[in-house]
């Protein structure tokens, strides 16, 4: 034995499962990988892709452009929109101008377009729980004409709202909610609105709900909770939210292992993991890398729910 190497503290390292891309995340990627393989660089894309700072500098040095507004993209290149969705505005333009557009919207995100557009037929006013300016948000309230969609961001937006004299009412909600502060506030809706018809499905996707289940269970057993995503990524700034709720003493929120702060683990002896659906697997092991060259690590894969959802690319990319 080497006296003059140290010994490392042990360190248990908890995986969640699942944990990192959805469905919808690897699909929206995948149009824009697709879509430099056949129509060659540059395509324009609006609004970042997904919310990973990684994926966006990965694909930006394949060749993809990213865009805030249809404008500045040039009329003869391809342009994709993000899976986050856009308003109806968007993809308008895009067809006066003749452009070429690829649309990455989640399958689960165009599922709340189709039902608030329902609701709309039906003469309801529909109360949209979740976040302003988040693009889903903005997407979403952009399928119908202005005023036909009231934002509810907190409970005591559902406790203050005043409906119209003898307006119908219905609801849908951003997808990467949390599932216990969406509760909440749909039950302070719920009490006041008791006519207030459900979605034939839950507007949350089964991506997040899984993912803050899992971080749930990871939450009861760890000193320390990391969850690898970016700021800007709704539904892994969440995830840190659902753990601290959920009783763990610390939940921190990194891009990557550059972003590890050694003073978190003092007195650590358990540290689950976790990545939001926009982030990398890559980035994870990382994480895990790094924690290993400092302690010695075992690690452990909780168990949970193994996702098998696919979703189909356009088919301008696959004939």
């Not at 469905?23 to 324009?44: F, S």
């Not at 067809?95 to 165009?110: E, G, H, K, W």
């Not at 610390?250 to 702060?261: E, I, K, M, T, V």
């Not at 990545?275 to 060259?293: K, M, N, R, T, Y």
Request: net charge negative; proline share 7%; aromatic share 6%.
């Amino acid at each position: 034995m080497d006296l003059a190497q140290p010994l490392r503290r042990p360190l248990t390292v908890r995986l969640a499962t699942p944990r990192g891309f959805c469905a919808g995340v690897d699909r929206a990627i995948q149009i824009v990988e697709r879509a430099l393989e056949k129509y060659g660089a540059p395509v324009y894309v609006r609004h970042e892709i997904v919310h990973n700072r990684h994926v966006v500098e990965r694909l930006r040095d394949m060749g993809a452009v990213f865009v805030k507004e249809l404008d500045e993209c040039p009329d003869d290149r391809p342009v994709v929109f993000s899976a986050h969705g856009v308003p109806k505005a968007v993809p308008d333009a895009a067809r006066q101008r003749q452009m070429f557009f690829l649309d990455a919207t989640c399958p689960l995100v165009s599922k709340v377009h189709v039902e608030a557009e329902r609701h709309h037929a039906a003469g309801r006013l529909i109360l949209l729980i979740g976040h302003a300016g988040h693009p889903e948000v903005v997407g979403t309230m952009g399928q119908l004409p202005p005023g036909a969609v009231v934002l509810i961001e907190t409970v005591e937006d559902a406790e203050t709202f005043m409906p119209p004299p003898g307006a119908a009412l219905a609801y849908a909600t951003q997808t990467t909610l949390s599932l216990d502060d969406t509760a909440e506030i749909l039950g302070a809706l719920k009490r006041r609105f008791p006519e207030l018809p459900d979605p034939h499905k839950e507007d949350i996707c089964y991506a997040t709900t899984n993912r803050q289940e899992a971080v749930k269970r990871l939450a009861e057993g760890s000193d320390l909770v990391l969850v690898v995503g970016s700021k800007n990524s709704s539904n892994s700034v969440r995830l840190v939210e659902v753990a601290l709720r959920a009783g763990v003493a610390d939940a921190r929120l990194l891009d990557d292992a550059s972003g590890l702060d050694w003073g978190w683990f003092e007195g650590v002896r358990t540290v689950g993991i976790t990545a939001g659906a926009s982030a990398p697997e890559p980035l994870v092991q990382g994480v895990i890398d790094a924690l290993s060259e400092r302690f010695d690590v075992t690690q452990v894969d909780d168990a949970g729910e193994r996702e098998t959802v696919t979703f189909k690319l356009p088919r301008a990319l696959t004939a």
